[in-house]
């Protein structure tokens, strides 16, 4: 009977770089433009940029994948 090889998936560091999974599974990103140009953007919009936020449905499955989770 023949060996069947498993595939070593590697991880996309470009993703990894910008999502992050937490425990429970949800994947987390930061907002983009938060850092540069504040003065034009109002204390709202910084406020709601500093906080992560999350990615749902089908982009999220996709974003484990490529994270080898």
Do not use: C, N, W
Not at 7 to 24: G, L
Not at 30 to 44: M, T
Not at 58 to 68: C, D, R, S, V, Y
């Amino acid at each position: 009977m023949k060996k069947v090889k498993k595939i070593k998936h590697k991880v996309r560091d470009s993703v990894a770089k910008r999502f992050k999974v937490t425990k429970t599974g949800k994947v987390m990103f930061e907002h983009q433009y938060g850092s540069h140009k504040k003065a034009s953007k109002s204390k709202s919009r910084i406020r709601r940029q500093k906080e992560p936020g999350q990615l749902k449905g089908e982009f999220a499955k996709k974003i484990k994948k490529m994270l080898g989770v």
